[in-house]
């Protein structure tokens, strides 16, 4: 069953924040974090591994809540060039292959 | 040097056809995907590959066959296309099952009319 994410969609002014959430019915050995742009592939951002473990990569950090079987990811001060699809995508095991979310459309506006 | 590599692009055929995609990659990585995106973007796993060990999502229709010449090219082979197989067609490896960061192709968009 595939990972949760909520908004669906979100619409931002340039500098503004937004979360991005990512929830599991089943166990989370890991959670990704995938960008993708219209007409292109979807591009690496982050793995969390451990319970609790946070990760930040410039503006854009992630959380993963292990216990709860959630993750989040963090867009601070966000640029034009946040738009895009994020997707989360997850495994409850080593080595099962990752099971992405529905996607969350963010779109950054002047 | 593209690391993750599809063709073709733009695949536009009859129903009934028989088609395949292509992929390659130059990373030196253990496991191939493939992945199945619809018009609503939704991201679905097919097929893992690794090491001749070949891991198959139960909902995909044994029309869909991987086939894999080396550790370096993972193709897909489609029987009898349906319209319901229209949709962007990503290949995808990683170093490590499970776990390793996806490096993902450009995608292969094929319409069945």
Known sequence: ?110 | DTAVSQTPKYLVTQMGNDKSIKCEQNLGHDTMYWYKQDSKKFLKIMFSYNNKELIINETVPNRFSPKSPDKAHLNLHINSLELGDSAVYFCASSRTSGTGELFFGEGSRLTVL
Request: net charge positive; aromatic share 10%.
């Open chain 1, 1 to 110: 069953q595939q990972p949760v994410q909520s908004p669906q969609a979100v619409i931002l002014r340039e500098g503004e924040d937004a979360v991005i959430n990512c929830s599991s019915s089943k166990a989370l050995y890991s959670v990704h974090w995938y960008r993708q742009k219209h007409g292109e592939a979807p591009v690496f951002l982050m793995i969390l591994l451990k319970g609790g473990e946070q990760k930040g990569h410039d503006k854009i950090s992630a959380s993963f809540n292990e216990k709860k079987q959630q993750s989040s990811l963090y867009l601070t001060a966000s640029q034009l060039s946040y738009s895009g699809t994020y997707f989360c995508a997850g495994n409850n095991n080593a080595g099962n292959m990752l099971t992405f979310g529905g996607g969350t459309r963010l779109m950054v506006k002047p």
